[in-house]
């Protein structure tokens, strides 16, 4: 993830129910620090999985409408797709675990170069209405609109980052 970048990842509001029996206002995204780095497999291994258990139709309309989006790229994982677009760097990653289950979706969005209507058409597919987001640096869990978007990513490193370097502000971003 590049400095420049807001973080998301895409949950099904059925399996955070499922999970937690409510849809929690945040949700803590285990983290890997230098410290705990050799244990990286354990801390990702904490992750709770929110696609498990869901039906294989919504699951594949929700892959398909994303990967409408962005270009697919090459990845560096087997367990992964990953998408992209060159211009503006914005990402997409879709993951899976070794039985491949979707385990996770992954969204990188570039603050350094965004592009206002990538980020309308990633939030107008109709399968986003049965999806949540959650900011990997706040932990927020909110419905993907663009302004509970822009209001998360107002909170995010990459803003203040390319504060300090002479970078446009995305509108909205304060």
């Not at 927020?140 to 509970?148: A, G, Q, R």
Request: net charge negative; hydrophobic share 40%.
């Amino acid at each position: 993830m590049g400095a420049w970048q807001y973080s998301v990842n895409l949950i099904p509001t059925l399996g955070v129910v499922r999970e937690h029996g409510y849809v929690p206002r945040s949700i803590t995204v285990p983290r890997v620090t230098p410290e705990t780095l050799a244990n990286v497999d354990a801390i990702c291994d904490t992750r709770t999985n929110y696609w498990l258990a869901l039906s294989d139709s919504f699951v594949a309309s929700v892959e398909a409408q994303l990967e409408s989006w962005l270009v697919e790229t090459d990845s560096w994982s087997p367990n992964a797709r990953m998408f992209g677009d060159d211009d503006t760097l914005d990402q997409l990653s879709i993951w899976r675990d070794d039985d491949r289950n979707l385990e996770r979706i992954n969204i990188l969005f570039s603050l350094s170069n965004p592009d206002p209507d990538n980020l309308a058409r990633l939030l107008a597919f109709p399968s986003l209405k049965d999806c949540l987001l959650l900011g990997i640096q706040s932990e927020s869990v909110y419905i993907p609109t663009l302004e509970n978007w822009l209001s998360d990513m107002r909170t995010c490193s990459a803003v203040r980052y390319l504060r300090g370097r002479d970078y446009p502000v995305p509108k909205g971003c304060g």
